[in-house]
């Protein structure tokens, strides 16, 4: 845990936050921003392999939302859980997942995370505190809750943070779920990623109201909306409540904003938002800003930037490499691993 | 003669529906601008407008509930869930509420929804977006289960569908929406198949295959490649409603031919082709000349690498060598 | 519709509410009265067919909470409609139920509202728009938003009241539904009956807030607690929503504070709560306390409420001597029914 | 010897396998100070406190997302879900997470969750509680279902279910819990009884019965009644877990009568017995005498008034003379 006396505060939302990330080494900064250009690399590689017909399948692209993933993820230790979404890779390769083994997935090979079983939709990594991504919108809600519980009654010290999308706040299971965890005072964030839209639904159509973050209050818990677009501050606000989580405090609610760069899936005509709404979001990238903030705080040189995105791109490539290169599953293992 | 795909089909049925009765209309995730995630509903926003294209958050159990409470007092909701994995969201709304009231209230009041949604799998979409789970709603009194396999036959019961008093379940098949290979010449005007009418989608003496949704088009597939390579001729019965479902037609078919394979996308132990083999049994037990084989889904969750999911779902090989094997036992 | 002008306002919690009821008929106050006692008086035969073995299941009875159901639903016009509860005599018999078929229903009679099919916690008399009690808790909340559903897209002007428990308010459905009926302005009344206890759970166990109708924040609509056991205040407080849901104005959420005096369902030994808070609560009697109500304003004198009283006693008994005369239905009635 | 009831079996399979395994918890409504809508969870609190004994608000979805969360991360919860009829609330969390989470995972993981809950009518309930919805979960590739008949299995089989690393749905019957005749000798220390086996509840030559949950137990007195009346000796079969399904014992005993009747208490269209019947066909076609016959609920929801109740579920009575028609067959 890290050390939070004599910190500056700042001011998010109602909340008194420390500025943890003035604290944090060079090297984890740089490392954040490493993450962030896997996530976006990794999903360019993936779109352009839907694109070309590779892909038996779809996915759900993360591009544009990369400050919440590695923002929320750096706050936690390795060994506390995640629950991810469909919309899941970024939050995957936060946690730290293989590139191979996620690309090989992708590819439905046998070296993937899931043996070729699960694809995008479904990566885990349980061993790694990964409890999966989860082709059901809402799907994750309950298990967070439940590992939440196991963290509190196995008094392990442990922290889970649930991401879903804003599309999921209207799903029964979230009502009932941050309930019960809101009762139990179970260490969980409820981490929306409110990228304005659940499929194509805009989220002021799916609400009436205008923060997301409210519905805390019809559970009693804390919240707030958060600039999802701000790694900094993603991180700041995580961290405060990842600390008040191992205290024991209960959960919380943050609703991050943030955007989808990319269609919905493979097949998205995006008749439902102007591209002009998009290049707007797109002139706040996540990255490009975290960028700026290194290289303000002089932690990077632009020539750093270079090299440090020739390495991903490498990565990527060979995570490919390793993917293509990789056996398909034998037909006769399909019925393997339905019980344990 | 026009040939319209499966999809055009339901669409054109919704259509006309509405424009005959003002108290349907449709519900649903990203059915509006969006056209629905197959694109099933495009085009329909613009005709009737958003009140009557209905656009809801992601809620399958409230979907299904305002569903039933409109149909309850006066209107003809359509329900669409996007993926039939999804049903289980409102499985209770299903189950205990759309299915039950009728009876529970003494036969006084009637619950016509019909709720749209798509199963099966062969799009590599993985366990939670493939699955065909109709033997989950065919065992429930109150429910009607209808699953075509063909545009003709889509058009005409759905508009049976949305004409009936009852709860339906409307299982679309993914792999047949666009398909040009299965379009098909489609009256223009408003038809009914009655639910509860099978059909002989092929006509054939050696032998039955009973089949449903998408497994009847494999079947014809096979029926075709069996006649010519092995001088077999099958008969392919599509009983198009799974509840009610026609017996009769399976029975006289089964009379004849005095062999029968049943098969269905779904997976194996549990699912709705036990209960055809039973009522077989039970009303032809003197006509079978063999046991009836039953090929469907391998037991496990649908699985995403293309490799495992051609396993698992029945290919035109496997049937065909089912059928052999079983053929071979006579 | 009644009139509103020049009506004297009352607050109610940070409402200010028109004084409807002192504008109702000497008659309709009267009736609210008996209708009370109907409701007293069955669930009391009821409760002694059940001891007495005579009764093949179970029922909840609604003593204590009988000013809730009848202040709410003589706030509707006849034809509007409500969804109930497993808790549902009061609010059938405040809707107009006849106590004959109600009675007959309950012994499990072909003549009973659902020919013997349904039983308590099934009644409904959907001509009369009862659509009927649930068995599943919170089994109401969609069908009322639907129900809803149909008099906005008919625009019949009607309104609809979903009646649930406290314990219903953490079921997904709910959550699904109010949302669903805000961002669609419905005119529905949700109104919750906080009983105090979902079956053996203390409300201040299952929630981590002190208001539920706090959740209203949850959806952006109105909403506020309300003393359950006045009618007055039960009264004026949702003819005001009603005639706002009229309007087109959208949904609101209604927290009515009430008490259950008997045990959950048949057999509840009610370790969960102590006798003394059994006693208080009756204290607070709803029916004596609209009787002063009455007495004050000189509606009726003592002995117009012997009377009053001896005719619904009687009403009873003739309702159970026409259930108890009546037949069962026959063995080959089962299978229909089914299927319109 | 002790005898105990059905009731008293399973929470001493609980109490010792809590007592054995910290990671053991409970949760679900009313299971704390109420002791469960019937009793069974009675005194645990006291020995296990609140953490371990937890109460839940009415939110069945979560009930089991918690469940299967707090699984998959080393606990060993056993959900009770009061009314199998509410399972449906929380359909998705069993058919898409619970089942599947193990294979989308590749094998990775597992979700040692038990999930107990009653089923079946005769309690005068009526539709909404009555309901025996074992065939929706037998369909799922992934879960385990067990359906105890008597307090011996009843123990043993939870045991080994609390022990089983996948998700196991546990139904017991109301009509079981607290009925003194149904008591048994059960031993006292921890036993297992494996799921998957079943287990022959009376040895007989002439007609195999295959039944589940509480028709064994009226599958015995009909057995005693047909012997003592008219000389006829049955052999009942429970399989005791219905998935998965100890097939061989059930073939055996057809082998060795040549005749079947499957009897349970789920409505008879789509009900788990035509898996077994389509098994039974499949596999010792050519030792049947005559048509495998069914016994079951009536197709309908359960209806309330005493009357219909009787009828809608087989009673001893229809079950008796389903049985001499089908003899009367041969
Ligand atoms: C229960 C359920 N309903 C519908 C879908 C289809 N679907 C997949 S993603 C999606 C939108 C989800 O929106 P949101 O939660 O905001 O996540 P985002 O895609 O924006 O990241 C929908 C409707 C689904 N997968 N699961
Ligand atoms: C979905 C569901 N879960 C559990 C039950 C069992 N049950 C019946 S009533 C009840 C308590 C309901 O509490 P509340 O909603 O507050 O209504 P009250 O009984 O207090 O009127 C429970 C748990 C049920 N009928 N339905
Ligand atoms: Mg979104
Ligand atoms: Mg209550």
Not at chain 2, 10 to 15: D, F, L, T, V, Y
Request: overall charge negative; hydrophobic content about 40%.
């Amino acid at each position: 845990m890290r050390e939070v006396i004599n910190m500056r505060k700042i001011k998010v939302s109602d909340y008194e936050i420390e500025d943890r990330f003035s604290g944090v080494s060079k090297a984890l900064k740089l490392e954040m921003l490493k993450k962030m250009y896997e996530i976006r690399y990794f999903e360019e590689q993936a779109e352009q392999l839907i694109i070309r017909g590779k892909i038996h399948g779809t996915c759900h692209l993360y591009v544009g939302e990369e400050a919440t993933a590695v923002g929320a993820i750096y706050a936690l230790n390795k060994d506390d859980y995640i629950t991810s979404t469909h919309r899941g890779h970024g939050h995957c390769i936060a946690k730290g997942a293989d590139l191979k083994l996620m690309m090989a997935e992708f590819l439905g090979k046998k070296t993937g995370y899931c043996k070729g079983k699960g694809g995008s939709m479904h990566i885990a990594d349980v061993e790694q505190g990964n409890l999966g991504a989860n082709g059901v919108v809402g799907g994750g809600i309950g298990i967070a809750t439940g590992a939440a519980l196991t963290c509190k009654m196995k008094k392990n010290g442990k922290v889970v943070i649930c991401f879903f999308g804003d599309g999921a706040v209207n799903q029964g299971i979230f009502h009932e779920s941050v309930n019960m965890a809101s009762i139990w005072r179970l260490p969980v964030i409820y981490l929306c990623e409110n990228n304005q839209y659940g499929m194509s639904m805009p989220v002021k159509e799916a609400f009436n109201i205008e923060r997301l973050s409210d519905r805390r209050i019809a559970y009693g818990i804390d919240g707030l909306t958060i600039d999802g677009n701000n790694i900094v501050e993603v991180f700041n606000v995580v961290s405060h409540f990842v600390e008040r989580c191992r205290k024991g405090l209960g959960p919380v609610l943050i609703e991050s904003l943030t955007y989808r760069w990319k269609g919905h899936s493979k097949s998205d005509a995006q008749v439902y938002r102007t591209r002009e709404e998009v290049k707007a979001w797109m002139q706040k990238d996540p990255i490009e800003r975290y960028k700026r903030v290194l290289l303000g705080e002089g932690i990077i040189t632009p020539d750093d930037d270079r090299k440090l995105r020739a390495e991903v791109e490498n990565e990527i490539s060979e995570a490919l490499k390793f993917a293509e290169e990789s056996p398909f599953p034998e037909p006769s293992e399909v019925e393997e691993d339905v019980y344990a | 003669m026009r040939k319209i795909t499966y999809l055009e089909a339901i669409r054109e049925a919704m259509q006309q529906m509405m424009r005959e009765d003002e108290n349907v209309y449709l519900l649903g995730e990203d059915i509006a601008e969006y056209g629905g995630a197959f694109g099933v509903t495009v085009g329909m926003l613009e005709e009737f407008g958003k009140e009557r294209i209905r656009n809801t958050p992601i809620s399958e159990a409230a979907i299904i509930g305002v569903g039933i409470g409109s149909a309850l007092t006066g209107m003809r909701p359509i329900a669409e869930i996007m993926f039939s994995d999804f049903m289980t969201i409102a499985m209770d709304q299903i189950v205990n509420q759309a299915a039950k009231i009728r009876y529970m209230f003494g036969g006084k009041a009637k619950v016509p929804l019909v709720i749209r949604t798509a199963g099966g799998g062969g799009t590599g979409a993985a366990a939670q977006h493939s699955q065909s789970l109709e033997a989950l709603f065919t065992h429930i009194p109150g429910l009607k289960v209808v699953m075509p396999s063909c545009p003709y036959d889509a058009k005409g019961l759905l508009i049976s569908s949305i004409l009936d008093d009852n709860p339906v379940i409307f299982i679309e098949h993914k792999l047949l929406y666009k398909n040009k290979k299965y379009m098909q010449h489609v009256p223009e005007e408003i038809y009914r198949i009655p639910l509860g009418k099978g059909d002989i989608k092929r006509e054939g003496r050696d032998i039955t295959i009973v089949a449903t949704s998408f497994m009847v088009q494999r079947s014809l597939e096979v029926a075709d490649i069996l006649e010519s390579e092995e001088g077999i001729d099958c008969e392919v019965v599509d009983p198009r409603t799974l509840r009610p479902l026609d017996m009769d037609i399976i029975i006289s078919s089964v009379k004849k031919t005095g062999k029968v394979v049943c098969i269905e996308e779904a997976c194996y132990f549990g699912g709705f082709m036990g209960e055809v083999v039973s009522q077989i049994v039970e009303k032809a037990f003197d006509y079978l000349d063999a046991p009836v084989l039953r090929i469907a889904g391998r037991d496990c969750p649908v699985p995403y690498s293309l490799v495992l999911e051609e396993e698992m779902i029945p290919s035109v090989g496997r049937i065909k060598k089912g059928m052999l094997d079983l053929l071979g036992r006579f």
